[in-house]
């Protein structure tokens, strides 16, 4: 009987260890090596975002304004993009042209 229950238990320990290790295999990779650019020019001000590796989708994020001096503006994103392959234009729109600062915001879900 107390062999029996040895068995068991070593066989259990296993089949948890194997079934831990197969889950942790499978999880997903978050987008890596991430950046934002700020784009200034005649053909308007943006945001432009991508990661250099690993999977899921980032977007760009534009915080925008139509004064400068007084920083108050809104945020404005972009499209979301699959990484590493694609990358996210935010573009500031006309009522708020200018761009005060570029960021990125990977997907959640």
Known sequence: MIRNLATAAAALALTTT???TMS???AHAAPV???ADEHYGSSG????AGCGSGTGHVRAVAYCT???ST???????G????????????PCPSNRRY?????????NW
């Not at 499209?79 to 935010?90: D, F, G, L, Q, Y």
């Not at 761009?99 to 997907?107: K, N």
């Open 33 to 35: 090596n991430c950046w």
């Open 18 to 20: 194997g079934f831990l």
């Open 66 to 68: 139509d004064n400068p």
């Open 99 to 107: 761009l005060v600062d570029a960021g990125y915001e990977p997907a």
């Open 45 to 48: 001000e943006y945001a432009h």
């Open 79 to 90: 499209n979301w993009a699959r990484v590493p392959t694609e990358t996210s234009k935010a």
């Open 71 to 77: 920083g108050y503006g809104a945020y404005y994103y």
């Open 24 to 26: 942790t295999g499978i």
